[in-house]
């Protein structure tokens, strides 16, 4: 069982950064994907940002999009989220989440492994 456990969470002031690390137990095909999701109160969780193991191929949300950019570091069976630009509306706990595919998946379902979340408060 892949376990993942993230970091980096915390509170900003808005047009600030914070960088969201998530380390995996192991280095298996379980996180060939390994991919961040966000929710809001109230809100459904939502798509943030994707990359697989192989190519570093990634794909954003729309909200992340110019603003966040993922990253991995194979030999540290970790994924990282870098946040730039952060606004009030990016407030919400974030979560790392991993699966099998080698393909990027954006619907939280396609997932099969989840860390517990950090969560990220940006202030106006």
């Known amino acids: 069982q892949v376990q993942l456990v993230e970091s980096g969470g915390g509170l900003v002031q808005a047009g600030g950064s914070l960088r969201l690390s998530c380390a995996a137990s192991?280095?298996?095909?379980?996180?060939?994907?390994m991919g961040w999701f966000r929710q809001a109160p109230g809100k459904e969780r939502e798509f943030v940002a994707a990359?697989?193991?192989?190519?570093?191929?990634?794909n954003y949300g729309d909200s992340a999009k110019g603003r966040f950019t993922i990253s991995r570091d194979n030999a540290k069976n970790t994924v990282y989220l870098q946040m730039n630009s952060l606004k009030p509306e990016d407030t919400a706990v974030y979560s790392c989440?991993?699966?099998?595919?080698?393909?990027?998946?954006?619907?939280?379902?396609?997932?099969?492994?989840w860390g517990r979340g950090t969560q990220v408060t940006v202030s106006s």
């Open positions: 989440a991993a699966r099998r595919s080698w393909y990027v998946a954006m619907s939280p379902a396609e997932y099969d492994y």
């Open positions: 192991e280095r298996t095909f379980s996180t060939n994907t």
């Open positions: 990359i697989t193991r192989s190519s570093g191929s990634a």
